[in-house]
């Protein structure tokens, strides 16, 4: 266990569908993050929230949203997802911004049909 | 933008075989460098870091790179593998002044035969 949890582990999704990705984390750390990551590709840097404010969109589609409430919570919300954004997403936390070890969670495994 | 390139994709030893990963980034400016390593059906976790200082930074299991500036390199080695030791390994990077986050390799993935 490395204290940041996502859920749901698993969730298949309709195109139409809108779903939401959970990660959570008692670490006390102030930054918070979501990656993809695809079969063969790099995992890729989505969002970087520090201290509750997004620092960095890294050309993400609208149809990824995120929210985060306060430093302990992260959300991905999801709507009309194609195929190809089937991957497992990964949320990690660090006491600081950049300079400090990354905690990873388990990841979400997303399949849009 | 950085970009980090790990040229091995698949890797299968003996175990007690000797191990080198490689590891090269692009980035002009001060980076901080990572390890990371993912076990079957498991999470991600930091195998080791280097910010600054010693250019050869020992890690958990055994595991040590050596930072080579001159030829933008960050190489995983460990002088005895053993079975456990079978995970996907990621190279990752950010800048020095630390405020993103990580960029990551493509990962190896190394199988060790016992």
């Known amino acids: 266990e490395t204290g940041v949890t996502q859920t749901p582990r698993h969730l298949v999704m309709g195109m139409t569908n809108k779903k939401s990705l959970k990660c959570e984390q008692h670490?006390?750390?102030?930054?918070m993050y979501w990656y993809k990551q695809s079969a063969k590709k790099p995992l890729e840097l989505m969002f970087v929230?520090?201290?509750?404010?997004?620092?960095e969109n890294n050309s993400v589609p609208s149809r990824f949203s995120p929210e985060c409430p306060n430093s302990s919570h992260l959300f991905l919300h999801l709507h009309t997802l194609q195929p190809e954004d089937s991957a497992l997403y990964l949320c990690?936390?660090?006491?600081?911004?950049?300079?400090?070890?990354?905690?990873f969670g388990q990841g979400t495994r997303l399949t849009v049909v | 933008a950085q970009s980090v390139s790990q040229h091995n994709h698949h890797v299968i030893l003996s175990e007690a075989a000797s191990l080198e990963l490689g590891c090269n980034y692009s980035?002009?400016?001060?980076?901080?460098l990572f390890w990371y390593v993912q076990y079957p059906g498991q999470h991600l976790q930091l195998l080791l870091k280097?910010?600054?200082?010693?250019?050869l930074v020992k890690g958990i299991k055994g595991f040590e790179a050596e930072f080579i500036k001159s030829k933008f390199s960050f190489n995983l080695r460990k002088p005895s593998v053993q079975w456990s030791d079978t995970a996907e390994y990621f190279c990752?990077?950010?800048?020095?002044?630390?405020?993103?986050?990580?960029?990551f390799g493509k990962g190896t993935h190394l199988i060790i035969q016992p």
């Open positions: 990690a936390s660090s006491l600081k911004l950049g300079m400090t070890e990354a905690f």
């Open positions: 670490l006390g750390h102030n930054a």
């Open positions: 929230y520090n201290f509750k404010e997004q620092t």
């Open positions: 980035y002009g400016g001060t980076v901080n």
């Open positions: 280097y910010f600054s200082g010693d250019p």
């Open positions: 990752a990077v950010n800048s020095g002044g630390g405020a993103d986050g990580l960029t």
